[in-house]
């Protein structure tokens, strides 16, 4: 199951290279640049809420609290939330069944990334469960 966690970021990588190569990862349509501004505005929000040294790429909790300040009071994973904001409104701007398929496989992939920290963060931080009572995963207010 670790292995999920290092491979979640070249997945996405990979994803949005090949969207890119295809020339489908930007459009000129506003709903998929507020998107994807949007996706990198909170991807950014919540890797700068992190404490220094404390960032890992790999699912390893590190430090002593619970992050549950900028986008955390309202969502657990706001980085893969901006990210997958990112990858399908690349989608929706130039929709194709291989790009679904990329956007599939990717999400799939996150998904995965999700439930391996979830179990690692219930398991290193006891006040994790109430927190994840009080926010959803990855949308607000819905999942």
Not at 30 to 53: E, S
Not at 77 to 91: C, E, R
């Amino acid at each position: 199951m670790h292995l999920i966690s290092v491979v979640a970021l070249p997945a996405f990588l990979l994803g949005i290279l090949m969207l890119g190569l295809e020339g489908d990862l930007f459009s000129s349509a506003p709903g998929v640049i507020a998107c994807q501004v949007g996706g990198l505005a909170v991807a950014v929000w919540a890797r700068a809420v992190f404490p220094k040294g404390s960032f890992r790429v790999a699912a390893k909790p590190a430090g002593s609290v619970i992050i549950q300040t900028g986008p955390y009071r309202f969502i657990r994973h706001p980085m893969y939330a901006g990210a997958l904001l990112i990858l399908w409104g690349s989608i929706a701007g130039h929709v194709s069944i291989a790009n679904v398929g990329i956007g599939f496989v990717v999400s799939l992939v996150v998904l995965g990334k999700i439930i391996v920290e979830e179990q690692l963060l219930r398991a290193s931080f006891p006040g994790y469960e109430q927190y994840a009572r009080s926010t959803k995963a990855v949308i607000p207010f819905v999942l």
